[in-house]
């Protein structure tokens, strides 16, 4: 059970989130849309999650401060669950090795949250941001040298 806003946004960091990935900017952000709402609620998931509202055409950067926006009567703690049965779409938004989704029901989303495991990425996507963060600026081209031995090893398995 999802009840604020921490239990959301750490779930969705702990899950998606390299562990060699620093970059406050690669953090994965939500969007969610509301009937009858023409602003929407941006929400930066990491370790301390930021709710933000963007109204329609805003530019990127630009945000809505909550007393003018269409979630004036809520506040950045409640406004998710108080109006969670009327959403009408979720956007996970694509960053770093995080893929875009989209859901178009709160119970879709949190169905989808069930499924996300709080030890991290998998392996799979891990790996190549590990390897990259160890072999980046090392001389020569390591870079260059990891890549031609994966494609090598993957061309001598696939004959």
Do not use: H
Not at 6 to 26: G, N, W
Not at 45 to 71: H, L, M, R, W
């Amino acid at each position: 059970m999802y009840r604020t806003n921490a239990d959301i946004a750490r779930k969705v960091y702990r899950a998606l989130k390299t562990p060699s990935d620093d970059d406050a900017t690669t953090d994965p952000i939500l969007a969610m849309y509301f009937k009858g709402k023409v602003d929407y609620i941006m929400m930066r998931c990491n370790k301390n999650p930021e709710i933000s509202i963007k109204g329609k055409d805003q530019t990127a950067g630009e945000v809505k401060f909550f007393a003018y926006s269409d979630f004036k009567d809520y506040s950045e703690e409640d406004v998710l669950f108080r109006l969670k049965e009327d959403v009408t779409l979720i956007e996970l938004y694509r960053k770093g090795a995080i893929e875009a989704k989209s859901f178009k029901s709160w119970d879709e989303f949190t169905k989808w949250l069930d499924t996300l495991d709080e030890n991290g990425v998998q392996i799979s996507l891990k790996l190549p941001c590990l390897v990259y963060q160890a072999v980046r600026g090392k001389q020569p081209s390591m870079q260059n040298f990891i890549v031609e031995a994966i494609k090598k090893a993957i061309k001598s398995d696939s004959e």
